[in-house]
């Protein structure tokens, strides 16, 4: 609570230094509320928080934008927690492929190539153990 009294009291108007602050709160709630999701095994929820958060890509085509952004602004806080993230994706998306169909199986499978090729290229090293995740669940697609 008194974090979202913080938030309410920073306002709109605020240097950039708070507001990054803000936006920082904001994207360390929703990794809390992925990890939430993902422990309780709601692998549908989990999914698509990790598709409400813009510094994560599951396409392909914003692989570089997400690469530059987390270059850019990504608040050492939330790169902290991206490993965990990247880890809970793979065994999120992982947990989809039972049961699904042929198409969801593609987009499964494009979703976690887009995150192998991102960690694979930010510049703070993902752990070996994560981007072997990633790709040992791509690779269970095939």
């Excluded at 947990?95 to 976690?112: M, P, V």
């Amino acid at each position: 609570m008194r974090g979202q009294d913080a938030r309410a009291r920073i306002g709109p108007n605020a240097d950039t230094g708070s507001q990054r602050e803000v936006e920082a709160f904001d994207q360390l709630g929703a990794i809390w509320e992925l990890m939430l999701a993902s422990h309780k095994g709601r692998h549908d929820l989990a999914l698509q928080k990790l598709h409400e958060m813009g510094f994560v890509p599951l396409e392909k085509a914003r692989v570089e934008h997400c690469i530059r952004a987390t270059q850019a602004s990504l608040h050492p806080a939330v790169q902290e927690r991206l490993q965990d993230v990247l880890a809970i994706a793979a065994d999120t998306i992982a947990a989809q492929k039972a049961g699904a169909s042929r198409e969801k199986l593609f987009t499964l499978r494009n979703e976690l190539d887009a995150l192998c090729l991102f960690a694979n290229s930010v510049f703070f090293r993902v752990p070996q153990v994560v981007y072997q995740k990633l790709c040992e669940t791509a690779a269970s697609f095939s």
